[in-house]
């Protein structure tokens, strides 16, 4: 599972593309947006640690060169929209038949779920926006609004809205976090730093997860009762 760690791992990432780092996120968050594949790449995690890191003081640190702090601020936003836009385009074009393929590794059919009940629950502006700060729900929200016929203009303008918030906002969180850590202590802070945000950003897969499971179980069976996971006293009666 160690390549698996890697991948969701952002310093992994900004240390192997090295003096490409600051190109490489901005091919990453147009993958993760643009993408149906890309859902498992780190979005919040990688925008953080690339304001991080484009401290000079830090990326020395660190043995990698500093990321460019004004073009990522101009690059990230534009390939977080254009990603969102190839993603709605997608949706659009291939409708239904874009997610009609089996489960696999990759690919969940739950993921789609996700996505369109999102979209119902805040409607279609509010949920392109909030999408952007929900992991995997912000890959598979711009097809799922092309399925749904949102039309091209209004999502470009929410998309636009929603990815200037999301990368900008990340992106100088992390700068700010970068200017005030002693570079002495990089290890000390900035790695539990983005391993914390990491978690963080996973906190709404995980809720998810259990208000599933939870619905499993009180799903009613055919009988017209509820269905309740025996305990060990109901096997011993």
Known sequence: MDWLWNLLDPTWWLTVL?????IGVLAIIFAETGLLLGFFLPGDSLL???GIFSSAAVAQGMGIEPLSMPVLLIGTPLCAIAGAQLGHFLGVRFGRKLFDKPDSRLFKREHVLRAE?????FGPARAVILARFVPIVRTFMNP??????MPAKRFLLWNSVGGVVWVESMLLLGHFLGSKVDPEQIDKYILPGVFVIVLI?????????????RERRNMPSPNGKHHRVPTRTDSQR
Do not use: D, M, W, Y
Request: proline share 3%; glycine share 6%.
């Open 144 to 149: 799922v609004a092309g399925v749904l016929e």
């Open 18 to 22: 090295g003096a490409f780092a600051t």
């Open 117 to 121: 009940e999102f979209f119902e629950k």
């Open 48 to 50: 953080v640690a690339a």
């Open 201 to 213: 950003s996973l906190i709404p897969i995980i809720v998810e997860v259990v208000k599933k499971r």
